[in-house]
């Protein structure tokens, strides 16, 4: 096997090749001439390795074989539908789960494995508490609720004065 030549090696081999063929390409049409260009460059160029060349054919053919064996039994994917007011970046892509997305970063679903599913978004404009309205409200409730209001505010803001030492002089 012979030893593998550096880029500036070829290149100085190439000018040499180029010095030594200079005019005899277009000059002189006999085949003498022609065979002895054609043997000046193959010696510049090495020749790729037969096995390297069986053995990077061997992978496409493998490669081929696999991506035509994924084609015959790929699993049929379906991307759920997305609720209103939700976010598809929140959703995981069910087709980059099964490894089968081809849009990309085009996609309009997450291809973050971390990212969960998220719920939807809060409407501002709707009152969704248990409570019901004030309208529904008993007087018993009424009493109730601003009984409940009012210790919360006592709790919260204690009226107790704190004399501060460093003003008492005697």
């Known amino acids: 096997m012979p030893p593998k030549q550096s880029k500036s090696e070829i290149a100085k081999k190439q000018k040499v090749v180029e010095d030594k063929t200079f005019g005899l390409k277009n000059k002189n049409k006999s085949k003498n ?3 002895y260009v054609q043997a000046l460059q193959q010696n510049v160029v090495p020749k790729p390795d037969a096995s390297k060349l069986a ?3 061997k992978k496409e053919e493998e490669k081929a074989r696999e991506k035509e064996l994924n084609d015959l039994f790929k699993i049929a994917v379906v991307q759920p539908k ?3 007011g939700v976010d598809p970046k ?3 892509c069910e087709f980059f789960k ?3 997305c081809a849009k ?3 996609c309009k679903f997450s291809h973050d494995l971390n990212v969960q599913r998220k719920g939807e978004k809060i409407d501002v404009f709707s009152d969704k508490r248990d ?5 529904d409200w008993d007087l018993e409730t009424l009493e109730k609720v601003v009984e409940s209001k009012g210790k919360q505010d006592n709790q919260n803001k204690p009226t107790d004065i704190v004399k501060d030492k460093c003003f008492n002089r005697t």
């Not at 409570?131 to 309208?135: A, D, Q, R, V």
């Open 33 to 35: 001439v022609q065979k």
């Open 55 to 57: 053995a990077k054919k």
């Open 82 to 84: 997305v609720p209103v």
């Open 90 to 92: 929140s959703i995981l």
């Open 98 to 100: 099964a490894g089968q």
């Open 104 to 106: 990309g970063f085009k």
């Open 131 to 135: 409570e019901g309205t004030m309208e």
